[in-house]
């Protein structure tokens, strides 16, 4: 069991920045992959970024140059750096852990989501 807890999400004017945080306590392997998703109302949730295990890292278009993802393994934390905020960057983002345990397996877990509000 793996456990979440995610943080930084707030009230934002367009244009401004947040830092949203990811710790993961429990049960966590060495190997792991991280994401963070968001899902605006009416809509489905969408993957926003991701990093491997490796360090490899993936954007939605829609954030690319404007998010970035990293990580600190030592504290088993995962960063959403997001700059020049949009109203349509509005929804839950939630964090999610993910370990492959096979080609055919693997284990995700989910934070409870913190609310990310672009507006003036």
């Known amino acids: 069991q793996v456990h979440l807890v995610e943080s930084g999400g707030g009230l934002v004017q367009p244009g401004g920045s947040l830092t949203l945080s990811c710790a993961a306590s429990?049960?966590?392997?060495?190997?792991?992959?991280m994401a963070w998703y968001r899902q605006a109302p009416g809509k489905q949730r969408e993957l926003v970024a991701g990093?491997?295990?490796?360090?490899?890292?993936n954007y939605a278009d829609s954030v690319k140059g404007r998010f970035t993802i990293s990580r600190d393994n030592a504290k088993n934390t995962v960063y959403l750096l997001m700059n020049n905020l949009k109203p349509e960057d509005t929804a839950v983002y939630y964090c999610?852990?993910?370990?492959?345990?096979?080609?055919?397996?693997?284990?995700?877990?989910w934070g409870q989501g913190t609310q990310v509000t672009v507006s003036s």
């Open positions: 999610r852990y993910r370990r492959q345990a096979s080609a055919w397996r693997s284990y995700d877990y």
């Open positions: 429990g049960n966590i392997f060495s190997s792991y992959d």
């Open positions: 990093t491997t295990s490796g360090g490899s890292t």
